[in-house]
């Protein structure tokens, strides 16, 4: 019933106001984001419609008209609904609920056996030994987690196998590269790149899966974005509670003279991993509003110690006149930083209140943009320095690639958000140029991973 709500808010707008398309599609970016968040917090879908009409009807006049000429009609669908709704809980308590459960553990014993399947082969799970899992650890993982999407948002069968013929692509591609490491623990520049940036790549595939395999429109791909935040904070606690279950076990055995460390090694941590991943997926969907009031909370506590971290890095390097090493550890660190920063950035615009009024925390993130934005011209120059001194590498032509992306990304989210703060732009842009950055950041990975590795002779 909501979406046919909003068709006909959608026509009523076009007929009646002659609401250019970019326009109208900003407005029901921010309409769909605010039933999103209301649904979160337990109300009725239908209910939540209402909700969000009303607020945006106070931002815009359209809506405002389109809520008070239609309230009593809308008000009717909404109790005549919800009647419905409460007779079908009765009849089929939490149906889906359960089936969703069960498939999400399905996928995760397979995810879990095909991680065992490299083994049959004689390719143990053993990093210090091999280089095959950590290249390949994505191709375990994620395409069971897009799977569970693809299911869950009865995604139609032609993007779902392309979905798939895009997973086996680049697994087949990457396993195709004749790396040239002379060690697992000595990798080959553009192997060790590749291993780096493969996850991101295929990460955007998951998020087509999430999307319902229809990348349009902010709603979707923001809700991606808390998804990621969520899922990413699902898996730290598993993993926290997986590594104190291992040692407990190893301790228990140890105790009557039995090592179990190789069946945790080969079996429980691999398995653990691959399972884990998928259940994490789930139990984000499953668990919607225990963990998401985290998002603001997070955004508030690290986006200003971020910020004075970085100011402080600034001002010392201005004060003490030293230079930015660049080494290879120095320019993974470094864009490691950046990529988080622009993570939680990310995550404090996805659970921002788009029709919120600006405010001390929207003070800070500008705060922290212009503090990431001076760190990253202060790394380009130097990476730009070691250029011109010593030649190009894998490394710092990468690092070079990414520090440029964030540095175009940064730039405009500031000046975006500025034109917000100002009054002068609705925070719904600020939105759609992160959304539509996501595939500028998946792109340059892809080209690190698929370019990359011929471009530089596989070493």
């Known amino acids: 019933m909501p979406d046919q709500q909003i068709e006909a808010w959608r026509a009523y707008l076009t007929e009646r ?3 250019r398309p970019s326009d109208l599609a900003a407005l029901e970016d921010v309409l769909r984001a605010q039933m999103r968040v209301l649904v979160r917090k337990g109300l009725a879908r239908d209910e939540a419609f209402l909700v969000a009409l009303k607020r945006l009807g106070g931002v815009d006049e359209g809506t405002r008209e389109f809520a008070r000429e239609h309230a009593a009609g809308l008000w009717q ?23 969703s459960m069960w498939t999400a553990l399905a996928l995760a014993v397979a995810a879990a056996l095909a991680i065992k399947v490299p083994a049959l082969f004689g390719v143990v799970f053993d990093p210090d030994r091999s280089l095959f899992y950590p290249l390949n650890i994505g191709f375990f993982t994620l395409p069971f987690v897009a799977a569970y999407f693809a299911w869950a948002r009865a995604v139609a069968p032609a993007r779902r196998l392309g979905l798939a013929a895009a997973f086996v692509l680049a ?37 087509m899966a999430h999307v319902g395999g229809l990348w349009r429109g902010n709603a979707g791909r923001m809700d991606f974005i808390r998804f990621t935040g969520e899922f990413f ?21 140890r105790a009557i003279g039995i090592d179990a460390e190789p069946l945790v090694q080969e079996w429980i941590v691999p398995c653990g991993i691959a399972g884990a991943t998928v259940v994490a997926a789930w139990l984000v969907e ?15 506590i690290f986006s200003p110690l971020f910020a004075l971290v970085l100011l402080g890095f600034v001002a010392t390097m201005v004060g003490t006149g030293r230079g930015m090493d660049v080494e290879r550890d120095i320019l993974a660190a470094l864009d490691l930083l950046l990529v988080v920063i622009f993570g939680l950035l990310l995550y404090a615009i996805s659970a921002r209140d788009p029709l ?27 990476i730009g320095e070691r250029i011109a001194a010593f030649g190009s590498t894998p490394n710092r032509l990468a690092a070079l690639g990414m520090n440029l992306v964030l540095l175009a990304n940064l730039a405009g989210s500031a000046v975006l958000y500025a034109g917000f703060l100002r009054g002068g732009l609705p925070f719904s842009r ?28 596989f070493r």
Not at 175 to 191: I, M, Q, V
Not at 286 to 300: E, F, N, S, W
Not at 444 to 455: I, K, M, R, T
Request: with cysteine; aromatic share 8%; proline share 5%.
């Open 17 to 19: 106001h002659a609401t």
């Open 77 to 99: 669908q909404f109790v005549s609904s919800a009647s419905g709704s409460e007779r079908g809980r009765h009849a089929r308590p939490d149906g889906r609920s359960r089936q």
């Open 171 to 207: 697994a087949v591609t990457v396993n195709a590269f004749p790396f040239r490491s002379a060690h697992a623990n000595d990798p080959a520049d553009t192997h060790a790149l590749a291993m780096l940036h493969l996850p991101i790549a295929l990460w955007l595939l998951v998020g």
């Open 233 to 253: 904070i699902h898996l730290v606690l598993m993993a926290l509670g997986g590594g104190v279950l291992i040692g407990l076990t190893v301790a228990l055995f």
């Open 286 to 300: 499953a668990k919607q509003g225990v963990v998401q009031d985290m998002a603001p909370l997070l955004a508030r």
């Open 356 to 382: 919120a009024q600006p405010g001390l925390s929207d003070g800070i993130q500008i705060v922290l943009l212009a503090a990431t934005l001076a760190v990253d011209c202060i790394a380009l120059w130097a």
């Open 430 to 457: 600020l939105c759609g140029w992160q959304m539509d950055y996501l595939a500028v950041i998946a792109g340059w990975a892809g080209v690190v991973v698929l370019l990359f590795p011929p471009l530089f002779g």
